[in-house]
């Protein structure tokens, strides 16, 4: 299995404050992602990074913003955590290869935003 | 834009049954992959399966098998005397080359009753 370890692993929150999950590798993998997961509609890409200070936006980037100032670590920050951020929160890597990219994912973080 | 469409959203079948799930996907591109990921009920993302556009060979593996047909944008997957472990939700993903992100499907969800 990858060594992926996201944490916290489970988080309850107030509207309006700020969160941030870490996800962590140990595979020293090029590319790292984060995803949310929603009832209907799947995995939808938030951040994603390809190589320490560099990442760019996915399909829902809106009110999140990610660090990697380390290979192995990438974090997703919500400024002010609202109720539609509720979510299960994947963190993915891939080697970042030319050609195929299959990703390889961590156990999630489950975030409940009250 | 790539899309990429699981055409059911959820599949009841009685254990020993076989069951395809189908995956219709839409890009330009010429090259690109194709995946499939399992996550049971416990949660995490596990990856199946990956497909280059350039073999159409289908492929086996125990009671899983993959149809890749170009002709109808299609890469479905088939379980053979399903059991019930197989109760998970399963995912298609595509991506083309050049790129490092994955385009995933809504997921389908697949019970397999005793």
């Known amino acids: 299995d990858a060594g992926i370890t996201q944490s916290p692993r489970h988080k309850v929150t107030e509207t309006g404050t700020p969160v941030t999950l870490r996800c962590h590798q140990t595979e020293n993998h090029r590319y790292m992602y984060w995803y949310r997961q929603d009832p209907g509609h799947g995995l939808r890409l938030i951040h994603y990074?390809?190589?320490?200070?560099?990442?760019d936006k996915g399909e829902v980037s809106d009110g999140y913003s990610v660090s990697r100032s380390k290979t192995e670590d990438f974090l997703l920050t919500l400024e002010s955590a609202t109720s539609s951020q509720t979510s299960v929160y994947f963190c993915?890597?891939?080697?970042?290869?030319?050609?195929?990219?299959?990703?390889?994912f961590g156990p999630g973080t489950r975030l409940t935003v009250l | 834009a790539q899309k990429v469409t699981q055409v059911q959203t959820e599949i009841s079948v009685v254990e020993k049954e076989d069951v395809t799930l189908d995956c219709v996907y839409e890009?330009?591109?010429?090259?690109?992959?194709l995946f499939w990921y399992k996550q049971p009920p416990s949660g995490e993302l596990v990856f199946l399966i990956r497909?280059?556009?350039?073999?159409?060979q289908n492929e086996i593996s125990g009671r899983y098998s993959w149809n890749f047909q170009k002709s109808t944008s299609s890469f479905n997957f088939t379980i053979t005397a399903s059991q019930v472990v197989d109760s998970a939700v399963y995912f298609c993903a595509q991506q083309n080359s050049g790129y490092s992100t994955l385009t995933f499907g809504k997921g389908t969800m697949l019970l397999v009753s005793p």
């Open positions: 993915a890597i891939s080697p970042g290869l030319a050609g195929p990219n299959e990703q390889f």
């Open positions: 497909r280059n556009s350039f073999d159409e």
């Open positions: 990074s390809y190589g320490v200070k560099d990442t």
């Open positions: 890009t330009r591109d010429t090259t690109y992959y």
